[in-house]
């Protein structure tokens, strides 16, 4: 997944000279885990270049840029690195459309690694999508597989409003597939099936989608039909594919690596009893993270973020009512 998102980027500094790659290491280095890996020398160092470790002063450049008519592609190089620039996020970022009424557009994309599942340190494995999403104006996006990360990253930089846009580290270079090598996108706003089943609806994304996928698979040796969704955006979110699943099935699963209260998997849930709660033959079950620090380092790490084993366990609880 790592080489298509390096690929897309690689596209859309050719196609349009206004993209500008920038953060901390991606320039020289080519990032921490390698996805900007020979841009700046293809492009040059006024075009995908270095920052000073300043997270709010990379997102805050990023808005200028943005304002200016550029279609600047900021790296925070960890999701967890993120939370110094929650002012520039919050107080600039979503509103600029608003607050122009719509005279400005602010094209942005912020590109983060975020999730578990590869034991590294403290404030590297954090899941924080639903403080962004809670964030009028800007998109957020999570894909799962190359096909989507290079299509859907394409979608974010074409886009005119600011889009955030997750990166699962655990699927970097755990996951490989044929991708397109021309351009192609994958809309915005689109959830995909992953499997089709009709006993039980697991709605899912990013780094969840494979943990997900094995329950399914363990859940159909067992005889039950689990239907996968990878929301792939969650907003806009598709919300008529999960409707439509919901209704055919009855149960719903809802898993996410992020803490138990507050976090996206809640919003899921809350839209499915709002819009179809006479369909449910059971209640919605969340399988997340717990209410504290991901754990760093330790196989603890193995307790924390959920695995097919839990998953499967919720699937067994809902076919049980």
């Known amino acids: ?191 995909r099936h992953v499997t089709r089943g009709d006993d039980v609806t697991v709605v899912c994304y990013g780094g969840m989608v494979e943990v997900a996928t094995r329950a399914a698979e363990a859940a159909r040796q067992a005889g039950i039909g689990v239907e996968v969704i990878d929301l792939r955006t969650l907003v806009p979110m598709d919300t008529d594919t999960v409707l439509e699943s919901v209704q055919k099935t009855g149960r719903v699963v809802v898993v996410t690596e992020a803490p138990r209260t507050g976090g996206f998997h809640s919003e899921i849930s809350a839209t499915i009893a709002e819009e179809a709660i006479e369909f449910l033959r059971a209640p919605i079950v969340r399988v997340t993270g717990y209410d504290a620090p991901y754990p760093p380092f330790t196989a603890i790490e193995d307790v924390y973020r959920p695995s097919a084993v839990r998953v499967a366990r919720a699937v067994r609880k809902v076919m049980a009512y």
């Open 1 to 191: 997944m790592v080489a298509a998102i390096n690929d897309a980027l690689d596209v859309a500094l050719a196609r349009d000279p206004d993209v500008h790659i920038f953060g901390e290491d991606v320039g020289v280095m080519g990032g921490v885990f390698r996805a900007t890996d020979g841009l700046q020398a293809k492009y040059g160092a006024e075009r995908v270049f270095d920052t000073p470790l300043a997270e709010a002063g990379i997102v805050g450049m990023g808005i200028g840029m943005g304002l200016a008519g550029l279609k600047p592609v900021a790296e925070i190089q960890f999701a967890g690195f993120l939370y110094p620039a929650l002012d520039q996020i919050l107080s600039h970022l979503g509103r600029f459309r608003h607050r122009t009424r719509s005279r400005y557009h602010l094209p942005m994309v912020i590109r983060a690694p975020y999730g578990g599942g590869v034991h590294t340190p403290e404030q590297h494995a954090d899941s924080p999508e639903a403080i962004l999403a809670h964030t009028p104006g800007v998109k957020v996006v999570i894909p799962s597989t190359p096909a989507d990360a290079r299509g859907l990253l394409l979608a974010a930089i074409a886009d005119p409003d600011p889009v955030f846009f997750f990166e699962a580290i655990k699927l970097y270079r755990s996951v490989k597939e044929e991708v397109p090598t021309d351009y192609v996108t994958v809309p915005l706003g689109q959830a």
